[in-house]
């Protein structure tokens, strides 16, 4: 499927684009239909097909006499909370998140800087069947920069405010200096690449870029999983090599940033990945000890790992779980009035700062918790219990009703969750059965506390749907 429409916004592969040229024009028109009079901020991630759809959306927004602020390439918890803090009444980020380089997309944003839920989507995309696309001349549209700094300087400002945080920075430094921690970026040369410097330039942070040159040009499959970051885990493994008999030796920390630089993955200091899913339970660890009267708990998605239930108990907290998607997440948040959440896709969310993912704020988190506990971020993780967890997807486009049927009869004697799709808990495992929003595909997601049960719950899923 080249063209993906759902919660997360719009994504197409630029073949399909090609061959739709009034594709962003037609959702550019709806998106100003659906949106009140006022101000309408654009970004983009880097890539380099983003300059482009930027001159269209611009041109397309400005001959139907919409005011705009442009600020160019700036990650997308930057452009959500410039949206809020301007008073604007929505925004545009021009990217396709971790798909791969030959895609782009668009993700569409409400005034409070958060995204459209689905019954908004559902009204947003109700604007698409009633429009007729207006010509548009094509005009060319110079940047007066490409990186908008003062942007991004608000984003680190606002977090940097935060008592907690701001009470920390003294700390932060000091523990940086006496455990000589050196900081090796990957932000695959994308909209990461100025604002995670900007950031630890703050706290005086020893620090080496790796793929930061904010071209947009990838270096590897950007989906920031273990698998594809084998360049920054041998770089802090060589270093460690050509360190290893130096007394002053670094302790290296990897961050790891998808494109538009909402999600965070970290590399401990012996070039290990550590799981995408640590990067929320590492949050959550770091709240509570930071403020441990907070009177907030958790949420996270139905396919979070257990480990952020784990962590949410030692703190006398519990965790939520919301459906699959960030809105979601977000929704279940501000319903409950939570004090964090986040994915386990490595998305850290937290309200005081702003309702969306933002691995700015997950690099401070981190940097809260390592320095208050004085360790380094392996023995961090190791004090944590270890999860397996699998995921994998199957092809599937028969009825999902029967499907979701035939799993729960299957399995009536387990406690079940249908929140979304079909989670089941086991004894010390569960797994998650959901159908794709945006692909005939059914994904199942299983954690458990060894791999062999983690394969065993897949294998008897698989077994009782028959279809798979």
Partial sequence: MAIVRSVSGLRFTLDELEDNPNLIKQYVEAFNLYLPKGIIVIGRDGRPSGKDIMTQIINTLTQLGRQLDVIDIVPTPTLQLFVENHKAVGGICITASHNPADWNGLKFINGDGTFLDANQNKIFW????????IPINIISFEYNQAINHNAITEHINKILSIKFIHNSIYNIKKYIKKNNIKFIIDAVNAAGSTAIPMLL???DCDYEKLYCDNNGEFTHTPEPLPENLTAISNFIKDKNQLEKNNQLKKNYIGIVVDPDADRLVLVNENGDCVSEENTICIAIDSYYTMNPYSN????VNQSTTMLADWVAKKHNKIVERSAVGEINVVKQMKKNNS????????????PECHYGRDSLVGVVLLLCLLSKKNILLNDLISSYPHYIMLKQKYNFSGNKENLYNKIKNANANYKMSEIDGIKIYYDNSWIHIRTSNTEEVVRIISEAKDIISAKTNIKNILICCEVL
């Avoid at 109700?126 to 696309?133: A, G, Q, T």
């Avoid at 907030?296 to 949420?299: D, E, K, L, Q, T």
């Avoid at 004090?339 to 937290?350: N, P, Q, R, T, W």
Wanted: hydrophobic share 40%; proline share 0%.
């Fill in 296 to 299: 907030g708990n958790v949420v």
């Fill in 126 to 133: 109700n604007y698409l069947e009633k429009i007729d696309v």
């Fill in 339 to 350: 004090a964090i959440g986040g994915e386990g896709s490595g998305g850290v969310i937290l």
């Fill in 201 to 203: 330039d703050r706290f």
